[in-house]
């Protein structure tokens, strides 16, 4: 007997089968890439496998890379279009070798991809790590090195079984920015708390003073782990890259996340130690290290809250003084009152490459940050503060490989210290073109101006207040010795 099927159930099973057969697929596999380079690094050939996955297409992160990548396989089963690599049959159980004409990479693409300091080679993974589509953020991705000897390489990944050359990291978005050293550097591990900074000096021949360089380093970390008793990140990469002559001993610095945290220093190799140790740039960017990706749109959260500690961090660390903690701060508030104000401040972060408004946007993100501070320690006794509750972050979330957005994070910090004190502070900033009053926690904290000049109130309870934010360490005298090492220890 013939059952008679109705015509709706043939038309949803070949809507099933063709949303199978036609949908992109899913890449799960883990991923192994190989890297050989020679010496003089004018060769970088890849070969990347992955696993028993099927791949129909291999694209890089950065689409004008397919201009300077090449490949030996037979051209007709390899289409290039719109940035990706479509294969003609599709790719199983192989690997994919290919490699990057580095002369023409460096005529095409920005220094920031790729660039020589000295004989030394600073590249970008976007640039020649090749993805299947629709990659999980689950994936496991490995990269083992082949140098010659003598060189060595410096990622933001994790090293496997203390391995110099192989390297693991869990998938972030592709978008995520990271650098890799190669070259005839030393590469000197740091302790600092429970973590170890592997640190790198560029072209490390135009470092006169290289003990100078590695102190500093391990000043501005030690700084950063008085915040809440240690290193925000277990192994940190550190790049320092010589580009002076320059007006100042670090003209540039930034945070990359990609597959995890560097922080990179462009400084003028030519200033003495002294100026190193004054300098703002190396804590406000290991600060960045206490927060997650933020969405762009909150730059003001991200850098204010960087920009917050940045003083308040060398002062803890004996960089600078108490007194010149709260004038550095002062001066910045100042300066972001007085620019302009016809945007709020989420449309000031969205234009702040059009409109270049740095000044405003920073401080007044480092204003609501002190604000933040200033209400945890009060309403809680003392027992919570933005420290604690950054810690409190780490520890629940900072292992997520996510953009948050300013909102998303300031709800789980109130979460997290049990009080209505972040979300407040956003609903009254973040859509406004105020800069926020701080007279009352001037007045609160002991902290008197006139004529732009900041004086301190000795008053017991408002400096003992103050002090618990900025710490009370005595200020490291700095002498000329070149072979200055401070307490006269060498722990690198």
Known sequence: MLLKIPTKFWSLRLVAWLSICFSPLVYSNNIHYTVTTNKGLTQFRVTACFGNSQISSLAPALTSALRYISYSTNQKTIQSNRGKLIFASLLQNQCFKYQLDLAKAARITTQSNLHRVGSDLI??????????????????????????????VITPWKSIANSNTVFEFQNTPMQWPSLVAIGKFEIKKIQVKNSVLRVALIDQRKFKQRRQMYQWIRSAAQATASLYGEFPVKSPQILVIPIGPKKSAVPFAQVMRGG?????????????????????????????????????????????????????????????????????????????????????????????????????????????????????????????????????????????????????????????????????????????????????IYRQLGIKVKRNHITLSAARGKSKFRRKITGNKTKVIIPDNPDWHENGRDEF
């Open 260 to 440: 995890g945290l560097g922080a990179h220093f462009y400084v003028d190799e030519n200033r003495n130690i002294r100026e190193f140790m004054s300098d703002w740039n190396a804590t406000h960017e290991l600060s960045h290290m206490f927060h997650p990706y933020i969405s762009k749109k909150d730059v003001w959260f991200s850098e204010g809250l960087a920009t917050y500690l940045q003083s308040i961090l060398m002062a803890r660390g004996g960089l600078i003084d108490e007194q010149q903690a709260w004038q550095l701060m002062h001066n910045g508030f100042r300066l972001a009152r007085e620019s302009p104000h016809n945007q709020s401040l989420t449309e000031a972060a969205i234009n702040i490459h059009r409109d270049k408004h740095y000044l405003r946007i920073y401080w007044t993100g480092a204003a609501i940050a002190l604000i933040a501070d200033f209400k945890l320690r009060k309403h809680s006794g003392g027992k919570l503060t933005l420290g604690s509750v950054l810690k409190q972050f780490k520890d629940c979330c900072m292992g997520d490989n996510r953009q948050w957005t300013a909102k998303q994070m300031m709800l789980k910090l109130d979460q997290l210290a049990g009080l209505s004190i972040f979300i407040p502070l956003y609903q009254k900033y973040s859509h406004s073109k105020q800069f926020p009053n701080l007279k009352k």
């Open 123 to 152: 590249i970008s993974p976007r640039i020649w790590m090749l993805y299947p589509p629709s990659i999980k953020p689950e994936t496991i991705i490995r990269v083992s090195f082949r140098l010659p000897p003598e060189y060595n």
